[in-house]
């Protein structure tokens, strides 16, 4: 063995007596001592102590077989060309003298034929090929004597005359073809747990190029368009979105603590300030919050800040960035992009973010249902409330159980309960509440825009209850009864929301976006008497029901920007220790200013037609905010928390 294989070597075993033998640095490895994450079917260590008790390899690998072509590139062009793949044994077949070897890679899969005729050595070697095991091959592209239609490289196959096994595979835990057809033959927990076999599959492999493709297309139009991305601290101070901060404490100033941006709304402020007028950034933001299925902890924008801007301006840049990316991504032409208002919306939808590729619009029928005798309508009405209505396509086939049950599921809005009936043949009602709405059901049904087989669903309260209830039921019947026509978009502009929200619970102005949105200038003076009334330069772009961006033109006068915290309740004191270096800078010479934030993730989501935010991230979280392969969150020594003066409570 030559020296350089000598050095291979000892290298090898240097690695392994720090990395991979937990038996030599006990405290080395943090086995998980938190139940969440207690998932695993076999403990890191049950492999990494065999593997660190086997012994080193016999031969090193001083030049591997090194790939002439990726594993989907091979056609009937290249038959009689020499060729060397390299790549994961997909599947492996035992026919009498022959072996094929399926071999792939994230470009695709090619087949390998092992004949005794080419030597004995190889073909013995291949006979022990296992799944994902990590292969070289080379040989001599032939004709297949049967096509695969199934696969692009199924015109040819390479009859191997060299092989090498580059790297065995312990028994693979899941297999990348098992979940290929995201069919839940695997359990998410045991994807997220061999996160790396589980990237291996096509379908993960297009999904995450894809959000590379987005981010470089995203980055080179926000340059084109001459911003400049700046990166901002992850180590920072609590900003104002709203939502729990993660914290982190600091050791050389010791009982102080970072807080991980939620954004870096304020820092892009500053950085108007700071005279570049064109920012953006790709940035990772955090936000400790209860997850549902499309939150992440941690995840991903596209924030942007322009000075000496209005509204059009922001809106121009983010259009620009939709289109070009509906174009390279779809090849598709993004049309004109609508502007509806936030009253608008949410008087005909029930929602601020509705789907639009589908109608059951919202109509206000308090005076049909006036001259009803029902007592649920006339209190309501009385009450000072408003009936309301929707007409749901295909839903009179439920059944009395599925309408009792929507019954229920819609008190989680504030609605009392849901009354509904069903159009049939001849323009006539049946069930449910017909028999109330009989006298002025031709009225009802024409105003509704009814038909034969639909299901009308009302509601009786106050207009926000009302909206609210209706808004969500439709995009739920929408979903079940796939409503939407999935190969359109729908893309508009949601504006003029209200600046302040009243907060019962609490009795209480709240920001609707955040606190340094502008008020119109014009309505400046109601401030002082009629807040409510006032609305915002905040917008929202939404894509099939999905609030992708949010953003405002913000507030750039230091005593406008003290007046919105003395109404949000926000004390001198408070304003100052959280944001005083921002008033601080706007009194420095702060240009107008406005910007947005586009949720990555959730628009490779829909670019990707997932619903899983997981599958979009290449390390997610679980719903418990767990990374199951890196077994994060976990317990710190000791001597860490001393360190950072830090003493646990006792469980
Ligand atoms: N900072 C806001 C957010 O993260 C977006 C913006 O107003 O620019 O939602």
């Known amino acids: 063995m030559s020296v350089l294989a000598i050095g291979v070597i000892v290298h090898c075993g240097a690695h392994m007596s720090t990395d991979y033998a937990p038996h030599r640095t006990p405290g080395h490895i943090h086995l998980p001592d938190r139940r969440a994450i207690l998932l695993h079917s076999k403990p890191v260590a049950s492999v990494l102590l065999p593997l660190a008790r086997s012994p080193l390899p016999a031969r090193t690998i001083l030049a591997m077989l090194k790939r002439t072509h990726t594993c989907g590139k091979l056609r009937a062009d290249n038959v009689g060309k020499t060729v060397t793949l390299n790549g994961w044994v997909d599947s492996y077949r035992h026919h009498g003298r022959l072996i094929f070897i399926d071999v792939r890679d994230h470009t695709g899969i090619t087949q390998l034929v092992f004949d005794p005729d080419q030597g004995r050595e190889i073909h013995d070697l291949a006979a022990t090929y296992r799944r994902e095991d990590v292969i070289a091959a080379q040989g001599k592209v032939v004709k297949r004597q049967s096509v695969n239609e199934k696969i692009p490289t199924g015109e040819i196959e390479i009859v191997v005359g060299k092989t090498e096994r580059l790297n065995k595979c312990a028994k693979p835990p899941i297999l990348p073809d098992e979940a290929r057809d995201d069919t839940g033959a695997v359990s998410e927990d045991t994807r997220l747990r061999y996160r790396y076999i589980d990237l291996r599959r096509p379908r993960m492999q297009q999904i995450i190029r894809t959000r590379h493709k987005v981010t470089q297309t995203i980055r080179n139009t926000m340059t084109a368009m001459g911003f400049c991305e700046i990166e901002t601290p992850v180590l920072c101070k609590s900003t104002p979105e709203g939502a729990r901060d993660f914290l982190v404490p600091c050791r050389l100033m010791p009982r102080t603590f970072y807080a991980l941006p939620q954004s870096p709304q304020i820092l892009k402020q500053i950085l108007m300030m700071a005279g570049f007028d064109r920012y953006f950034q790709i940035v990772k933001c955090f936000r400790d919050e209860n997850l549902r299925f499309d939150r992440q902890p941690e995840f991903t924008q596209l924030d942007v800040e322009m000075a000496f801007v209005e509204q059009d301006d922001v809106f121009a840049a983010f259009e620009q960035v939709i289109r070009t990316v509906w174009k390279e991504l779809l090849s598709l032409e993004v049309g004109a992009i609508p502007r509806l208002t936030y009253e608008e919306v949410t008087n005909t939808y029930g929602s601020d973010?509705?789907?639009?590729?589908?109608?059951?619009?919202?109509?206000?029928?308090?005076?049909?249902?006036?001259?009803?005798?029902?007592?649920?309508?006339?209190?309501?009405?009385?009450?000072?409330?408003?009936?309301?209505?929707?007409?749901?396509?295909?839903?009179?086939?439920?059944?009395?159980?599925?309408?009792?049950?929507?019954?229920?599921?819609?008190?989680?809005?504030?609605?009392?309960?849901?009354?509904?009936?069903?159009?049939?043949?001849?323009?006539?009602?049946?069930?449910?509440?017909?028999?109330?709405?009989?006298?002025?059901?031709?009225?009802?049904?024409?105003?509704?825009?009814?038909?034969?087989?639909?299901?009308?669903?009302?509601?009786?309260?106050?207009?926000?209850?009302?909206?609210?209830?209706?808004?969500?039921?439709?995009?739920?019947?929408?979903?079940?009864?796939?409503?939407?026509?999935?190969?359109?978009?729908?893309?508009?502009?949601?504006?003029?929301?209200?600046?302040?929200?009243?907060?019962?619970?609490?009795?209480?102005?709240?920001?609707?976006?955040?606190p340094f949105c502008a008020p119109r200038p014009e309505q400046l003076h109601l401030l002082d008497t009629d807040p409510h009334k006032i609305t915002a330069q905040t917008y929202d772009f939404i894509i099939n029901g999905h609030e992708m961006v949010s953003g405002s033109i913000r507030i750039h006068q230091p005593e406008v920007q003290q007046k919105i915290f003395q109404l949000l309740n926000i004390s001198d004191e408070e304003a100052k220790d959280r944001f005083g270096f921002l008033i601080e800078a706007m009194s420095y010479g702060c240009p107008p200013l406005g910007g947005f934030a586009l949720g990555l993730d959730r628009l490779i989501m829909l670019l990707c037609r997932t619903d899983n935010i997981r599958d979009v991230i290449a390390f997610p979280k679980t719903q418990t905010g767990a990374d199951l392969m890196m077994q994060a969150p976990a317990s710190v020594d000791q001597k860490q928390l001393d360190e950072l003066g830090l003493r646990l409570k006792p469980e």
């Not at 849901?418 to 105003?447: H, N, Q, R, W």
């Open 353 to 514: 973010k509705p789907d639009l590729r589908y109608g059951v619009k919202l109509f206000d029928v308090t005076a049909i249902a006036k001259k009803c005798d029902f007592r649920v309508f006339t209190s309501a009405i009385e009450g000072g409330g408003v009936i309301k209505a929707i007409a749901v396509p295909g839903a009179a086939s439920f059944s009395r159980k599925q309408t009792d049950a929507l019954g229920e599921w819609v008190k989680q809005f504030g609605a009392g309960g849901l009354p509904t009936t069903k159009v049939i043949a001849g323009g006539k009602l049946e069930g449910g509440i017909a028999k109330f709405v009989d006298g002025v059901s031709p009225e009802l049904i024409a105003t509704l825009g009814a038909g034969e087989g639909d299901l009308l669903c009302f509601a009786a309260d106050k207009i926000d209850v009302a909206n609210r209830v209706l808004g969500e039921l439709r995009r739920k019947l929408a979903g079940e009864l796939k409503l939407a026509d999935e190969s359109k978009w729908s893309m508009f502009w949601v504006v003029d929301f209200p600046l302040f929200l009243w907060n019962e619970e609490d009795q209480r102005w709240d920001s609707a976006h955040h």
